[in-house]
Nanobody, 118 residues
């Protein structure tokens, strides 16, 4: 069993910043990718960013590139999402996930709400 807990969401004005965190517990002795997705009301879940185990490789969705930065701390089994220059269209529930290399098992967190006011 893997448990992911997101934190750091909230209400911010357009142009502001937030930093999300996601801590994994349970199965922590395997290598993995960790990532962030988001889902706005009435829309499909959208890829935001992912980081690999080494931390050297990161990928971003087009809508957040150059504004968001993903980073990780393997010692803490935690991934972070620094979100700058936030826009109202960034308003969504943000979910983190973890995918294990050995068996491609994927687990999801419960999500954290981010609301950007105009």
């Amino acid at each position: 069993q893997v448990h992911l807990v997101e934190s750091g969401g909230g209400l911010v004005q357009a142009g502001g910043s937030l930093r999300l965190s996601c801590a994994a517990s349970g199965r922590t002795n395997s290598n993995y990718n960790m990532g962030w997705f988001r889902q706005a009301p009435g829309k499909e879940r959208e890829f935001v960013a992912v980081i690999d185990w080494s931390g050297r490789n990161t990928y971003y969705g087009d809508s957040v590139k150059d504004r968001f930065t993903i980073s990780g701390d393997n010692a803490k089994n935690t991934v972070y999402l620094q979100m700058n220059s936030l826009k109202p269209e960034d308003t969504a529930v943000y979910f983190c996930n973890i995918e294990y290399y050995s068996d491609s098992e994927i687990w999801w967190g419960q999500g954290t709400q981010v609301t950007v006011s105009s």
